[in-house]
């Protein structure tokens, strides 16, 4: 989760593109994972992952073998691993650089949307130092950046219709169902609205789920709650289902029993789809109960 300041700047971001607050939150936090810098050489810096594969496409013939001999670029995408902390990333994009300064950082996705250096032309940046400048200009740089991207790739009209499937296949490619990507969308803008917007979105819908609700946030309800092992009908109608399967959830991960669906119940899907839980109940249920019989 961001911490209020960054989420206040991402609300501002999301304002100035007319974008509903609350969807842009959902995105940047399911790409970012909540992550929003990193101290490098005692700077916070955007969060960046080099593409050894986009570098080796840029690049000329004489700088591509340079750069293989170096183990800095490949033909097969994930074949250049990135080092675990953003430090050591940063000094890797220095000794591509020393190669070929644009290409190398074209070859970085950048920031909280991780959104790709080679799209600069694109989404209408005079060069590729300017897409970084955004970046590096703190959350609501890197906010803009990924605002840019979405409105670009027209997926707005997803975003304020709240169709998480489509910005999910717009955004994270076709293998989104994997990760469970449009679910998580789901489930984060679910508590980002549940919180009746306070202190950062002064303006969300409240989005209090229970017996009676209906529509697109009950039906992504019910469909992460079949992703994770408490089937339901995806109807958009919260009915006695789809209030036993909340209760059912909230059991297993020790709420408070109510069967509604509020910021406490939600924060506990996020972590599920997260952690990657069962995906069977009553996988979930047997291990609840041996932590109950240990505790």
């Keep these: 989760m961001f911490t209020d300041e960054v989420a206040r700047e991402i609300t501002e971001v999301a304002r100035e593109f007319g974008l509903e607050p609350a969807a842009l939150l959902a995105i940047a936090e399911v790409e970012s994972s909540g992550r929003t810098f990193a101290i490098v050489n005692g700077r916070p810096e955007p969060l960046i992952r080099f593409e050894g594969h986009y570098f080796d496409r840029l690049l000329s013939a004489q700088n591509r073998a340079r750069a293989r001999a170096e183990n800095l670029a490949s033909p097969t995408a994930g074949a250049i691993a990135n080092p675990a902390s953003q ?27 991780q959104v790709m250096g080679s799209h600069w032309a694109w989404l209408g940046f005079a060069g590729i130092d300017d897409l970084v400048a955004e970046a590096r200009l703190g959350a609501a740089g890197q906010a803009r950046l990924m605002a840019r991207y979405l409105d670009r790739s027209g997926l707005t009209k997803a975003m304020a219709a709240r169709d998480w499937e489509a910005v999910a296949r717009g955004y994270n490619g076709p293998s989104y169902r994997k990760s469970a990507y449009h679910l998580k969308l789901g489930a984060v803008y679910r508590r980002h609205t549940a919180t009746g917007g306070k202190p950062h979105t002064p303006d969300a819908r409240p989005a209090l789920l229970r017996r009676g609700s209906t529509g697109n946030s009950v039906r992504d309800l019910q469909q992460t709650l079949s992703a994770l092992g408490y089937p339901v009908k995806a109807d958009g109608m919260f009915g006695p289902a789809t209030e036993r ?48 019989l240990w505790d």
């Design 87 to 113: 430090a050591a990333r940063w000094r890797l994009v220095e000794q591509a650089s020393g190669i070929d300064r644009e290409a190398a950082l074209e070859s970085v996705s950048w920031g909280l949307g």
């Design 245 to 292: 399967a909340v209760r059912a959830f909230q059991r297993d991960h020790r709420l408070a029993v109510d069967g509604t669906a509020g910021p406490a119940t939600l924060r506990a899907i996020t972590r599920a789809l997260q952690l990657g839980a069962p995906t069977s109940g009553f996988w979930t249920r047997l291990l609840s109960w041996f932590r109950r």
